[in-house]
């Protein structure tokens, strides 16, 4: 039996995220290649589950109790990678007993091309029902995955709208399709009551729209949206499914971008459905919201002459 099952036998049973030269070849995009640009960032973030029960006309939600992160950010060229935890320091954390919540993320950007990266472990769950509440400590989950996108318009910049290593000059949109994939797994089997093992594995296709809009000189208003579909493997405790998937996401970032600092606010959505035939109908949602602050300061000398060799040797 999964944790899906355990948690809805539980339930029932009444358990009480110096401007370069190379901006004059395009007068749209200011390229910061031989800048590296550090971040802190503040990050509230989840992975959140769903849980319908058609039959017994039930909802149940599972919700991590440790959400809000503190991280840091590298971004060099083609490259970007963050990584974060969540401090007992913050308020909302302190009171989340045995609980964790790790988050993990990078992005190449070879050409027009976008390769994203994401790995979220989250442990301390509680279950959420109508006059119901449930903590458990061990129940844990894990996403790691990624996806694939290409932009179209070379006069948009992917990297100004949530990475700041690129600054858009004039405002300009891009249609940018996506290809995801994802491994999810819900685990509950250092729990006392839940135990079992679910994962689904998630590859869809979505097709994209992103736009910045330059509100004035070093500020950026900017946002994205994706509709799309694709397919769903599901695994229960051994019982496999495959189904239709639909997905969703939605971004807005609002910033300001100078040649030496830069910082703002980021949010973004994405919904999953795994539209089964089964009696248990999983949703996932990762929703993130952040507020960053970023320097900029000269790559070494070594580090450049090495990125110009790869970007040569790669045609990137």
């Known amino acids: 039996m999964g944790v899906n099952r355990y948690i809805a036998a539980m339930l029932f049973t ?19 290649e031989d800048k590296i640009s550090t971040q802190l960032f503040i990050l509230n973030t989840s992975n959140q589950f769903t849980l319908d029960y058609s039959q017994e006309n039930l909802t149940v939600d599972l919700v991590p109790n440790q959400k809000t992160t503190l991280g840091v950010s590298v971004q060099y060229d083609f490259i ?3 990584f974060g ?17 790790t988050a993990y993320s990078m992005t190449l950007f070879p050409g027009r091309w976008m390769q994203h990266f994401d790995l979220i472990y989250q442990k301390g769950i509680s279950l959420e029902a109508p006059q119901t509440t449930i903590y458990y400590s061990g129940l ?6 990624g996806s694939t996108s290409y932009v179209f318009n070379k006069n948009y910049s992917f990297r100004a709208l949530a990475f700041q290593s690129e600054r858009q000059l004039k405002s300009a949109g891009s249609f940018a399709p996506q290809l995801s994939y994802y491994y999810t797994e819900l685990n509950g089997n250092k729990t006392e009551d839940l135990k079992g ?30 509709l799309g579909g694709g397919i769903t493997y599901m695994n229960d ?5 495959t189904h239709f998937l639909s997905t969703a996401s939605l971004s807005i970032s609002l910033g300001y971008n100078s040649d030496t600092f830069y910082g703002g606010l980021y949010t973004k959505g994405t919904a999953s459905n795994h539209n089964t035939e089964s009696k248990v109908e999983m ?5 993130f919201g ?24 790669y045609n990137l």
Do not use: H
Request: overall charge positive.
């Open 14 to 32: 009444g358990s009480g995220c110096f401007a370069q030269t190379d901006s004059l070849s395009n007068p749209y995009i200011q390229k910061f």
């Open 80 to 82: 970007s990678f963050s």
């Open 85 to 101: 935890i969540a401090p007992k320091f913050f308020a909302e954390n302190k009171d989340n007993k045995g609980s964790k919540m």
């Open 140 to 145: 844990k989950t894990f996403k790691v995955g």
């Open 197 to 226: 093992k679910s994962y689904f594995i998630d590859v869809a296709l979505s097709p994209a729209y992103n736009y910045n809009w330059v509100i004035a000189k070093n500020f950026l208003v900017a946002g994205g949206i994706s």
């Open 237 to 241: 405790e051994g019982e496999d499914e």
């Open 283 to 287: 949703n996932d949602a990762v929703s």
């Open 290 to 313: 952040t507020i960053f602050f970023g320097y900029r300061f000269n790559a070494p000398d070594a580090l450049t002459r090495e990125k110009n060799k790869i970007k040569t040797k």
